[in-house]
């Protein structure tokens, strides 16, 4: 595959921008990767376009400005349709509308939502609603509520806080964490009895000494123009099959979007080679979507794979649990399978579902050939099956012989096996240094042990053979010492 510089992806951005032809068949969008060397290489498409479904189609009226969506256990899909104060419920194909909430009973007295702008459900099969201009949250067991968060009190809360709750996620325990509006504190928590506990997972921006030295010596005008350093506000949040939590963040340098939180809130992510988990890598120049990716939204795809649904360009950043970027697909536009205002990503079995807030649609996009054999190459891996994994990578080279984490997959299986050598030629040709090194470590130990009895017997014979050696070139000294006397 061709590799592109960083200003030709900048006019190559501009193009699709500006003309929207994609170099994938016929397809609106290009899908590309990043090498170790940060220069885009493009690829097979891992997913396209498979149809769009809108509130006209499924016959309930139009959406109007959807700001989130969830798959429920059962595999139902709830859409928090936030203009016409409901959440609509779809059956798994997405093909058929189960139901519609927009009223319910509230201590035996009706009542409505509000600008509903979040929307999960609880391993329990219990509703959430982050019922935002309404200024809490609800749990509905059909159309009854069991549970409200509102008006958190604590001495950690501003005097000033008004609680407005945008997006809501529920885990194993109860515990229900919650993305308020203006909060930078971090992920709010709240007992299952609807208790303000504290703040999870809070970002705190870094200082460099420069940028200290810099505002010990600016003006205050010239302090106020720049950026506050304050933590920095999440915007998306999935549980995963053991209860850890994904959040997605606003980063404003783009080099981490996305956090995974333990149960204590330390960040136990990894970040892979470039250590980059925050979308594009390259985002100046003359590309007219100038700055770093605004990611609003992760959904933990199971199998340690994670997708980020980035809004500034419209595409889909997908990773594994080491940290590295598998594929990038979508784009902004006007054509089917492009986005306007993405702001929720969801996780269909093999499909993904995004959705469209200004074009108040789900676009669901299929799995390929291409993204399917590298979705369950990792899915092996992770299950410990190296050796199927390593016959799925190989497949993929045969599709896009550059991929640099086919290799490195098949190098780390080669490297699980003891097989150090076979390691060390696919870890070169994916660029990793970090298990290459380890590959050469073990098979340069592999050799000295293989060779060490000859060696040993080496030094011994040496050993031997020195006095030897020495006593007979003293005799042979003498001997012609005498020759010469006589």
């Known amino acids: 595959m061709k590799k592109i510089t960083s200003l030709a992806l900048a006019c190559m951005l501009f193009a699709l921008a500006v003309f929207p032809v994609s170099a994938s068949g016929n397809l609106p969008y290009d899908s590309y990767i990043y090498d170790y060397w940060e220069n885009i290489v493009l690829t097979p498409a891992p997913y396209v376009p498979g149809g769009s479904v809108s509130g006209v189609s499924l016959g309930v009226g139009a959406f109007s400005r959807p700001q989130d969506m969830c798959v429920g256990p059962d595999g139902l899909v709830y859409v928090a349709d936030t203009g016409n104060n409901r959440i609509v419920i ?57 549970h409200t968060v509102k008006d958190p009190q604590s001495e950690m809360l501003d005097e000033e806080f008004i609680f407005t709750p945008l997006k809501v996620a529920v885990d194993f325990a109860g515990r229900v964490y919650v993305i308020a509006r203006g909060m930078t504190q971090g992920i709010m928590v709240f007992n299952p009895e609807g208790e303000f506990t504290g703040f999870f997972g809070t970002i705190n921006v870094q200082i460099t000494p420069w940028e200290i030295f810099w505002r010990a010596i600016s003006t205050r005008a010239q302090r106020e123009r720049q950026q506050l350093f304050i933590a920095t506000e999440f915007t998306g949040i999935d549980v995963d099959s053991r209860g850890f939590i994904y959040a997605s963040n606003i980063d404003s340098d783009g080099l981490r979007a996305v956090r995974r939180l333990n149960p204590t809130g330390e960040d136990v992510i990894r970040t892979g080679e470039n250590e980059h988990l925050g979308g594009d890598l390259v985002w100046g120049g003359f590309t007219p979507y100038a700055g770093p990716s605004q990611i609003v939204d992760v959904v933990y795809r199971g199998k340690g794979i994670y997708s980020l649904l980035d809004s500034r360009r ?33 996780a269909l079995g093999s499909r993904i579902a995004v959705l469209d807030a200004a074009r108040n649609e789900i676009m669901i996009f299929e799995e390929t050939l291409y993204g399917r054999l590298i979705n369950e190459a990792v899915a092996l891996r992770y299950d410990g099956d190296e050796s199927q994994a390593v016959e799925k990578w190989r497949q993929v080279l045969l599709l896009n012989e550059n991929l640099e984490i086919a290799n490195i997959g098949i190098g780390k299986a080669y490297l699980t096996s003891g097989d150090n050598l076979n390691a060390m030629k696919y870890l070169r040709l994916g660029q990793s240094r970090t298990y290459y090194s380890i590959a050469y470590r073990r098979y ?43």
């Open 90 to 146: 779809l059956n798994e194909e997405m093909t058929e509308p189960v139901g519609i909430i927009d009223s319910f009973y509230n201590n035996n007295s009706p009542d409505t939502f509000n600008a509903p702008f979040g929307v999960s459900v609880s391993p329990d099969n219990l509703l959430y609603v982050a019922d935002s201009q309404n200024m809490r949250v609800i749990a509905l067991d059909g159309d009854k509520v069991v």
């Open 314 to 346: 419209g595409r889909v950043f997908t990773y594994d649990r080491e940290g590295n970027l598998l594929y990038i697909f979508g784009g902004l536009g006007s054509q089917a399978g492009t986005f306007r205002q993405p702001v929720s990503i969801e």
């Open 444 to 486: 340069r130990n592999e050799v000295l042990k293989a060779n060490l009895p000859w060696v040993l017997t080496g030094v011994l014979v040496l050993a031997a053979a020195l006095p030897v050696t020495v006593t007979l070139r003293k005799r042979r000294r003498a001997k012609l010492k005498g020759g010469a006397d006589g």
